[in-house]
């Protein structure tokens, strides 16, 4: 795991406030509800992954605000557009040299769809983001990842964040297995995808979808039910999305590989990539 730090505190108080604009009208009560968020977070266990710091502060909001889904709309709006380009993104990857490798560039390129980094999205980012994504290195033993694929029979996929499951769509349909597990949050957290958010962007045509039963914006074992647990032990591959997911499971026992964009200097620090990269990361207590 990952642990918090003073680097994740400015981080974290951005995703209060986002959330709160979503909810609260009231600049003043706005504030109030901030300042008392800020002051539980500043006496937050360091010694826990910056993903359990984040539900916590989440769970506390919604008490105060009424709101358990402050991000029910934004997650509606990045599905329905990354829908839109799911035609034109199929048609690149018909024609592509490697279909396999832009799939994977696209996947990880739409990492950047995430309200609890330091940017906000827009979907000029992301279609430049998606732009870049086709002449982009990633980072990484990616041949390493493609020899991994190939030998597996069963994969279990670790979401991440809604809109970007569509990208994640794409990739699964280039995976050389058809025994394909999609797993997504038990609950609605940040924009982190449910099963609400698979369903739309069409995952059960593809595979099998379950839920992880947390509401964590990561995958913390001790908090996941005993199925998935299940099905994370038998799987031949783990394939985990976003850095919340590399935050609660970076050293856990297990055929992981982490898929992500770097977006914080802590996650910069650790994995040796700038903020910025597309990152293939092999865990490293395989």
């Known amino acids: 795991m990952i642990l ?3 680097a994740c505190i400015p981080c974290l108080k951005r995703q209060v406030w ?3 604009e979503r909810v609260c009208t009231d600049l003043r009560e706005r504030q109030r509800i901030a300042e008392q968020l ?5 006496q937050a266990d360091p010694n826990v992954p910056p993903p359990v710091i984040s539900r916590s502060l989440h769970r506390r909001l919604g008490q105060m605000t009424g709101s358990t889904d402050p991000y029910r709309l934004d997650k509606a709006r990045q599905n329905e557009f990354l829908l839109t380009l799911l035609p034109q ?5 018909k024609t592509a040299d490697d279909p396999l490798g832009l799939a994977i ?6 990492n950047a769809i995430d309200v609890g980094a330091p940017t906000d999205l827009i979907s000029d980012t992301l279609l430049g983001s998606l732009s870049r994504a086709v002449s982009w290195p990633v980072q990484g033993p990616v041949a390493d990842l493609r020899s991994t694929l190939s030998e597996a029979d069963e994969i279990l996929y670790l979401a991440d964040n809604a809109g970007e499951i ?3 769509r794409l990739l699964i349909e280039q995976l050389p297995t058809k025994r394909v597990v999609v797993a997504v949050r038990g609950r609605p957290i940040l924009n982190d995808a449910t099963l609400s958010d698979a369903y739309a962007a069409g995952i059960h045509e593809l595979a099998e979808i379950m839920a992880s039963d947390s509401d964590l914006p990561g995958t913390l074992l001790a908090d996941c039910s005993e199925q998935f ?3 994370l032990s038998a799987a031949d591959l783990v394939i985990a999305k976003g850095q919340g997911n590399l935050e609660t499971l970076y050293g856990e026992k297990g055929p992981i590989w982490f898929l992500l964009q770097i977006k914080c200097q802590t996650v910069a620090d650790i994995t ?5 990269s597309l990152v293939v990361l092999p865990n490293p207590a395989r």
Not at 38 to 42: A, F, G, V
Not at 89 to 93: H, P, S, T
Not at 272 to 276: D, F, H, K, L, N
């Open 105 to 110: 560039r696209m996947a990880i390129a739409g």
């Open 18 to 20: 986002r959330a709160l």
């Open 89 to 93: 993104l199929r048609q690149e990857l």
């Open 166 to 168: 569509v990208l994640d």
């Open 272 to 276: 040796g990539y700038p903020i910025g």
């Open 38 to 42: 800020y002051t539980e977070l500043e």
């Open 229 to 231: 647990r299940s099905r």
């Open 4 to 6: 918090a730090g003073p």
